[in-house]
């Protein structure tokens, strides 16, 4: 299964959560390549120091990584999903990787999760993250329109992370700015890729207009959609 959203849609919570529900593995892309940092070089003998340099400015930037660099990522989990199952979360991103994709792996069912732009922006202004073990939260109420999204805050302490005890910040490329050009180039990518997957009939399309509260109505879509296909 492949999981698409644009960033900042709650992707990794639902995915966390959908992992745990359908007993399959989740892999990031975005996740990982936030671990590319040259305190982390060692761990990661993929690339050499300058393809870790590039990465870096690149995720700073709120760019998106190229084929090459991701391809090389995603390959050794691919391998070991065609046993395990696997959610793949922000893979892929054009319509080559897509295509290196199906040469690689079955691929069951799309599912894209989406949220209206300007609903989806407030939201990503009001991310924070653990410092220390990057547990996501959310400060952002939204309730208009039909949609009634909660903060998702921690269960102790207002500001501060439930695991490890430390005041959750910002993440640096959490800036308005950053935010609209992340937007603006995911929705220029992805366009054609989910036009492709929808023709296809593998396409999956959720919009979570309670944020949290509606994941048992999405595991539901998921799951309708997997047996419907198995019928057909
Ligand atoms: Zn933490």
């Given at each position: 299964?492949?999981?698409?959203?644009?960033?900042g849609?709650g992707?990794?919570v639902?995915?966390?959560?959908?992992?745990k529900?359908l007993?399959?593995?989740?892999?990031s892309?975005g996740?990982?390549?936030?671990?590319?940092r040259p305190?982390?070089?060692e761990q990661?003998k993929?690339?050499?120091?300058?393809e870790?340099?590039?990465?870096e400015?690149?995720?700073?930037?709120?760019?998106?990584l190229n084929?090459e660099i991701?391809?090389?990522?995603?390959?050794?989990?691919l391998?070991e999903?065609?046993?395990?199952?696997i959610?793949?979360?922000?893979?892929?991103?054009?319509?080559n990787q897509a295509?290196?994709?199906s040469e690689?792996?079955?691929i069951?069912m799309?599912?894209?999760i989406?949220?209206?732009q300007d609903?989806?922006?407030?939201?990503?202004i009001?991310?924070r993250?653990c410092?220390?073990?990057?547990?996501?939260?959310?400060?952002?109420?939204?309730?208009?329109?039909?949609y009634?999204?909660?903060?998702m805050l921690?269960?102790?302490?207002?500001?501060?992370?439930d695991n490890?005890?430390?005041?959750?910040?910002?993440?640096h490329?959490?800036v308005?700015?950053?935010?609209?050009?992340r937007?603006?180039?995911?929705?220029d990518?992805?366009?054609?890729?989910l036009?492709?997957?929808?023709?296809?009939?593998?396409?999956?399309?959720?919009e979570p207009k309670?944020g949290?509260?509606d994941y048992?109505?999405?595991l539901?879509?998921?799951?309708?959609f997997?047996?419907?296909?198995?019928?057909?």
């Amino acid at each position: 299964m492949i999981l698409f959203g644009p960033p900042g849609v709650g992707k990794s919570v639902y995915c966390s959560m959908l992992e745990k529900d359908l007993g399959l593995k989740q892999f990031s892309t975005g996740e990982f390549s936030r671990f590319l940092r040259p305190a982390n070089l060692e761990q990661n003998k993929m690339f050499n120091h300058e393809e870790v340099l590039d990465i870096e400015s690149k995720v700073k930037n709120g760019e998106l990584l190229n084929d090459e660099i991701i391809n090389k990522i995603v390959k050794p989990r691919l391998i070991e999903a065609q046993s395990n199952g696997i959610i793949l979360d922000g893979f892929p991103r054009t319509l080559n990787q897509a295509k290196f994709l199906s040469e690689n792996l079955r691929i069951d069912m799309m599912f894209s999760i989406s949220l209206r732009q300007d609903i989806l922006i407030r939201k990503l202004i009001g991310r924070r993250i653990c410092p220390q073990c990057s547990q996501a939260y959310n400060i952002v109420t939204i309730n208009e329109d039909g949609y009634d999204i909660p903060p998702m805050l921690p269960k102790n302490n207002p500001c501060q992370c439930d695991n490890c005890k430390v005041e959750f910040i910002q993440r640096h490329d959490d800036v308005q700015e950053v935010i609209e050009k992340r937007q603006l180039i995911y929705m220029d990518q992805m366009k054609d890729i989910l036009d492709y997957y929808r023709e296809s009939g593998l396409l999956c399309e959720f919009e979570p207009k309670k944020g949290i509260n509606d994941y048992p109505k999405m595991l539901d879509a998921v799951i309708e959609f997997v047996n419907k296909r198995e019928v057909v």
